[in-house]
C-alpha cells in the first residue's frame, strides 16, 4: 500500500494570495491526482498530474487557478491561486497503485 | 452521463443496531465499486472494493457491500455499528478503463449511545 504524506494540513490565508500544497509519496506511483472536497461536498477531481506532462485538467478546473508540478514519481504540488473564500476547501492528494490511496488532506481557510 | 448517487445524506443510528448505507450508480458499462470512509479530520480509507465475481464484498472493520446489477446498486451495510462508526462515508466508482474515480455525495452517521 501506499502512504502519502500531505503538507500543509491546515492553512489560513488572506484572499489574493496563494498557498502550495505538497503531496509525497513513500512509492513510486504514475499517477498522482488532486481533490477538491468543499464544506459538506462531496470530493470533485481537480486534475490528473502525471511525470514528465503537463497535469490534465477536469472541466471547471484550470491552469491559472490551481498550477500543478509533478517533478517526479513520488511527489506533487498543488497550488491555489490568487485565492477567495470559495476556495476555502479540504484538497486532497490521491495516488493510483493496487487501489486509490489518499493523503490526510488539507483543510484550507481564506478570509 | 455517469453518476453516483447517495440517497440519503444524513443516517442516525443505535449503538448495537444496524446500519444500511444506500449507494446507486448510473454508467454505461459496470464499474469498479468503492465505499470509503472519511473520519473528522482525518483522509479517506477504503472500506471494500468491488470489481467483478462474489457480489458479496467483505470489508474492514466488519462491514460488506453487496453488488446488484439489476439494481445499478452497491449498497454498505454493518450487522452492529459502533460509536467508532461516526463519520462520513462515500461510495464511489470507477469506469474499468479509466483511472477517475466519481464520489456520491456522502452519507454521514450519526450513532447514539
Known amino acids: 500500500s501506499a502512504v502519502i504524506s500531505q503538507k500543509p494540513s491546515r492553512d489560513i490565508c488572506q484572499r489574493g494570495t496563494s498557498l502550495t500544497i505538497q503531496c509525497q509519496v513513500d512509492?513510486?506511483?504514475?499517477?498522482m491526482f488532486w481533490y477538491r472536497q468543499q464544506p459538506g461536498q462531496s470530493l470533485t477531481l481537480i486534475a490528473t498530474?502525471?511525470?514528465?506532462?503537463?497535469?490534465?485538467?477536469e472541466s471547471g478546473f484550470v491552469i491559472d487557478k490551481f498550477p500543478i508540478s509533478r517533478p517526479n514519481l513520488t511527489f506533487s504540488t498543488l497550488t491555489v491561486s490568487n485565492m477567495s473564500p470559495e476556495d476555502s476547501s479540504i484538497y486532497l492528494c490521491?495516488?493510483?497503485?493496487?487501489?486509490?490511496?489518499f493523503g490526510q488532506g488539507t483543510r484550507l481557510t481564506v478570509v | 452521463a455517469q453518476s453516483v448517487t447517495q440517497p440519503d445524506i444524513h443516517i442516525t443510528v443505535s449503538e448495537g443496531a444496524s446500519l444500511e448505507l444506500r449507494c446507486n450508480y448510473s454508467?454505461?458499462?459496470?464499474?469498479?465499486l468503492f465505499w470509503y470512509v472519511q473520519s473528522p479530520g482525518q483522509g479517506l480509507q477504503l472500506l471494500l472494493k468491488?470489481?467483478?465475481?462474489?457480489?458479496l464484498v467483505q470489508g474492514i472493520k466488519g462491514f460488506e457491500a453487496e453488488f446488484k446489477r439489476s439494481q445499478s446498486s452497491f449498497n454498505l451495510r454493518k450487522p452492529s455499528v459502533h460509536w467508532s462508526d461516526a463519520a462520513e462515508y462515500f461510495c464511489?466508482?470507477?469506469?474499468?478503463?479509466?483511472?477517475?474515480?466519481?464520489f456520491g455525495a456522502g452519507t454521514t452517521v450519526t450513532v447514539r449511545a
Open positions: 464511489a466508482a470507477q469506469p474499468n478503463n479509466d483511472y477517475k474515480l466519481s
Open positions: 454508467y454505461g458499462a459496470t464499474p469498479y
Open positions: 490521491s495516488v493510483e497503485d493496487t487501489e486509490a490511496f
Open positions: 512509492s513510486q506511483v504514475t499517477m
Open positions: 498530474a502525471n511525470q514528465g506532462s503537463e497535469a490534465t485538467y
Open positions: 468491488y470489481f467483478s465475481g462474489d457480489t
